[in-house]
């Protein structure tokens, strides 16, 4: 078990930020790939960005390239999704997901363990 506490969401208005956070517990983090997923109201839950155990590879999806970044603090357990220019379509609760092995991940079924979600919220 890799629990995952995501933090950080909120109501945003569009063209603002907020950063997400995700701790994890136990003392092996650099060797999980981590993803970040969201699902809108009435949507199926899509992959948004994913970061290699070490941190040395990313992957976005499209519609979020260039407005967000993901980062690891392996010292500290934790992946970060900074989002900027936001716009109403981020609209969403956003999930951490985790995967033992380094190698980065984008598919939903590649990951095991998840949080519970945070809710974001762009007003338009």
């Known amino acids: 078990q890799v629990p995952l506490v995501e933090s950080g969401g909120g109501l945003v208005q569009t063209g603002g930020s907020l950063r997400l956070s995700c701790t994890a517990s136990?003392?092996?983090?650099?060797?999980?790939?981590m993803g970040w997923f969201r699902q809108a109201p009435g949507k199926e839950r899509e992959f948004v960005a994913a970061?290699?155990?070490?941190?040395?590879?990313?992957a976005y999806v499209d519609s979020v390239k260039g407005r967000f970044t993901i980062a690891r603090d392996n010292a500290k357990n934790t992946v970060y999704l900074q989002m900027n220019s936001l716009k109403p379509e981020d609209t969403a609760v956003y999930y951490c997901?985790?995967?033992?092995?380094?190698?980065?991940?984008?598919?939903?079924?590649?990951?095991?363990?998840w949080g519970q979600g945070t809710q974001v919220t762009v007003s338009s």
């Open positions: 997901a985790a995967e033992f092995g380094v190698r980065i991940k984008i598919l939903q079924n590649e990951y095991d363990y």
């Open positions: 136990g003392r092996t983090f650099s060797s999980y790939a």
């Open positions: 970061i290699s155990g070490s941190g040395g590879r990313t």
